[in-house]
Structure formats: C-alpha cells, structure tokens
C-alpha cells in the first residue's frame, strides 16, 4: 500500500489547474495482488543507476518468474478518426494546434475498419487496437465505437481501443460491448507533465485509469521517453506506473517520434542505453505486465530492439503503420522474430495466461 504522501505526489499535475487543489482526487487504493505497489523514488533511481549488465541481469531474471522469455503479444493499431484534435500534447502530429501537414479523418465507417482488422488477423495480430484523436469521445461516438469493438471482436481479436478521457458511463458502454483494454497513458513524470501538455491534467488520466479498472476492463498504460525529461523524470513516470492501483496489464513504452511542426520537432534523441533502462525497470517494477516496446521502433536497429525484449520487453506495435507515423514493415518483424527464436503470443495463449495470473494472485 502506497503512503498518502506518495498518492499527493502523484496525482498532483504540477500547473495551477484543479488537480492541485485535490478537486476531483480518485481514491488511489492498491489492490491486494502480490506486487509491490509503494515504489519510492530513491529505489527507482538506484535500478536506474545500477551497471548496464546488473540491471539487464535482474529485469530478465524478473521476465523469466514471470512470462514465457520467447512469447511476444502483437497488436496492431488503426487510427478511426485522424488528427483535428483540440488538445495540446507537444509530442502530438494529431494536435489541431500545430501545422504536420496531416489531413484530418472524420471517424471511418464500420465496414472499413472491420476490413482493416480482418488484415490485421491475417498478418499475424492478437490484438487491434482502435485510436481516435478525441479530447474524450462525445456519447454518439461511443455508440459507434461500440460497434466497431463487437464487430473486431466477433473476428476472433482481442480488442482495445484509445480515445481520450472517459466517464464512468462511457467506460460501462465499451465494456458492454466486448472491449477488451482500455489504453490512456500517463505519459511522463507528473513532475514533468506541465512541459508537454497543459489542456488535460495528471489527475484527468488517473480519473478514467479508474474507471477503466472499476468497470473490469483491463488498463494499457505508458507514455513517453526522449521528450527532453531528465532520468530522475523516467524514474518518477515508472513509479506512477508501478504505484498505480493495479498495475497496468500493458505498459507501453515510447521512444518520441520526432514530427516536424509539434514543438517537440527538433529534440535530441535519448540515448538508446538509457532508452533500453527505462525498459528494464518498467520489467523490474511491474514484474507480471506486459512491457511494450511501442513507437520508435522504426528508427532502431534490430540489435536495438533485441536489447529491449532482453530488458523484459515481450509485446510490440506490429503493421507498417502506427496511429499517423510509421512502424517497421511486417516481413521485416517477421524475420527479426525468426533471427531471435521468438514467437507471437496468439490470442488463446494470452487469454490461457491472464486466466492463471488470475488464479495465482487469488491463491
Ligand atoms: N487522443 C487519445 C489520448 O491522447 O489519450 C488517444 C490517442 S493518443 C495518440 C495515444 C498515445 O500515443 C499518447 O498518449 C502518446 O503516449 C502516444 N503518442 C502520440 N504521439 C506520439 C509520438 N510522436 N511519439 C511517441 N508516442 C506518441
Ligand atoms: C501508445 O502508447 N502508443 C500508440 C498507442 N498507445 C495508441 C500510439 C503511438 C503513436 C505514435 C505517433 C503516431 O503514429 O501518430
Ligand atoms: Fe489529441 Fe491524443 Fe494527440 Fe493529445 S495525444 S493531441 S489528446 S490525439
């Protein structure tokens, strides 16, 4: 169980908004499954600091208690409703603020999206995962989403879908409909948050975090490194993660795409050791989650990226394309999983796993 001090920390945004005041606070609440969920930020530094080969040792030594070392989940991603969004995150070619050259898309038909899941099936996916750039949905978009998500459901995927903050309402309707995970990132440290984005705070995510896990949909939650954020940043946005009521299911991790136009065109790029640490100690501290190695992947080297599934990463983002940016082609995935002996994770296999999680941490 986390301190009260630790909950004031990390629900704070850090701006002069209502999350200061406490206005709105959700209970954080650690539920009682096993895993450590009072994390403090010394000892998050202290794995950060540990030798390279120290830290890689005790992240796979982790990975191996607690997962298959050769299975991998892979998701594909498809952005239903493109760009024109009226937030301002820096990182963001979809933010209606900055000029990406991207051309909006209104919210795409049914059919069209059931096509793309079917491909997605085919190529090798277990799970797709539905983006749409909303500050948070309206109640008429949820009703469509909901039928995108029993449609890609009935083909056999697990589903997921991103659209911004939720109500507890709205979170109820996706889980009637057959949503499987809800992603919402916490993006960074909540020390470093007013930096990237000022129109939605801290606690806004934390709020639908909490709706999403109070409904019984699973939580797919991450952010961002390479924003310009210090270590002692990376180690507080882990720490969020891993003091989070429940860990979440998924942590996808990001290393920034640089689009020019968002503020965050031009930032040096994070060096690529400290980008595979940031992994490692997301392993270390959410021991039975599924680690993501997400955007980024593109520009990595395939050296690079087995460093990361040695780190404790064991999912990916798999298609040519990500939400609006690229992503390494899929013959390429392929053959990378075939020079590394490793295996896609099939959607029985993960449901089979998530069933014995369940029964373990009851026991
Ligand atoms: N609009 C919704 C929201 O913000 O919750 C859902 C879509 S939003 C694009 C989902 C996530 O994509 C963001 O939280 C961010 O972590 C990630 N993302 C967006 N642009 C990115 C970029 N340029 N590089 C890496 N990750 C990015
Ligand atoms: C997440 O953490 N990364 C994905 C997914 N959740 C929705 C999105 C990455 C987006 C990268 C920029 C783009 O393609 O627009
Ligand atoms: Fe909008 Fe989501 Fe992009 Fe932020 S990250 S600008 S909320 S699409």
Redesign the pocket.
Known sequence: MQSEQAIDEMAGCGGGCACATGVGKTELRAVDDGLRHDWTQPEIAALFALPFNDLLYQAQAVHREHHDPNAVQVST?L?IKTGACPEDCAY???SARYDTGLKAEKLMPLDAVVAKAKQAKEAGASRF?M?AAWRSPKDRDISQVNAMVSAVKALGLETCA?LGMLSREQAVALKAAGLDYY?H?LDTSPEFYGEIISTRCYQDRLDTLAHVRDVGMKT?C??IVGMGETRADRASFVRALANLPAHPDSV?I?RL?K?AGTPLAEEHDLDAFEFVRTIAVARITMPASMVRL??GREAMSEELQALCFLAGANSI?YGE?????GNPDTESDRALFAKLGLQPLTVAMSTERAHTDTIERAA
């Open positions: 991603l952005s963001c070619p979809q995962c983006g991103t992603n990132n797919c991450g952010g996808p990001n795409v689009v997400s955007a983002f394309k990500l939400l609006t940016t």
